[in-house]
């Protein structure tokens, strides 16, 4: 167990619906990142916060945004679902957001649109 | 732009054998980290071994090693002594020291059978 939760463990949804995820950092911990991951393939970075605000932006649709609340714990959500949607999201948090800050992985979050 | 290869979708390994992950990346940078993750079924992301691209010896964590050939931009992994625990997904990943953007490049995995 990685200290990191994250709900709901599964969603299903149809096309054009609306979703949130929910992450919750280790104790601790500053940084909440998050990725994507399609079917057997690598993680892709979607964005990063840090201390509640936004630190980058990586391959995030503009469907996607995401938020980090004063208590840490962070939320992803997802609009006008498409099926190419369907995937892993994965939270990860760490103490500072530093490059040598081992990220930590929560159980993530299986999304699929149908 | 920082890319990470895995050139091996798919390994097979008799138990109690010796195995060898490989991993290439592309990078301008000089100081990085390298990360080898393991995704078992459950789909939890592990991490497995850390190397810092600025130390020589190559990392080790039991029965996991690697080696480092920072000049070539290679960075496999070797498991010793394979068990049937250790079948999953293994994924390589980069991050760079100095971007403030620290997030992971990720390959795209290589998957780990084990013979029994």
């Known amino acids: 167990d990685s200290g990191v939760t994250q709900t709901p463990k599964h969603l299903i949804t149809a096309t054009g619906q609306r979703v949130t995820l929910r992450c919750s950092p280790r104790s601790g911990d500053l940084s909440v990142y998050w990725y994507q991951q399609s079917l057997d393939q690598g993680l892709q970075f979607l964005i990063h916060y840090y201390n509640g605000e936004e630190r980058a932006k990586g391959n995030i649709l503009e469907r996607f945004s995401a938020q980090q609340f004063p208590d840490l714990h962070s939320e992803l959500n997802l609009s006008s679902l498409e099926l190419g949607d369907s995937a892993l999201y994965f939270c990860a948090s760490s103490f500072s957001g530093g490059a040598r800050d081992e990220q930590f992985f929560g159980p993530g979050t299986r999304l699929t649109v149908l | 732009a920082q890319t990470v290869t895995q050139s091996q979708p798919e390994m097979s390994v008799q138990e109690a054998e010796t195995v060898t992950l490989s991993c290439t990346y592309d990078?301008?940078?000089?100081?990085?980290?390298l990360f080898w993750y393991k995704q078992p079924p459950s789909r939890q992301m592990i991490l497995v071994i850390r190397?810092?691209?600025?130390k020589q010896q190559n990392a080790t964590e039991n029965r996991f090693s690697v080696n480092f050939q920072k000049a070539a931009k290679s960075f496999s992994l070797k498991i010793s002594d394979s068990q049937l625990g250790d079948a999953a997904m293994y994924f390589c990943a980069y991050r760079p020291q100095m971007d403030s953007n620290y997030q992971l490049i990720w390959g795209a995995g290589t998957k780990l059978i084990i013979k029994p």
């Open positions: 990078t301008s940078e000089s100081d990085y980290y």
């Open positions: 190397q810092e691209a600025y």
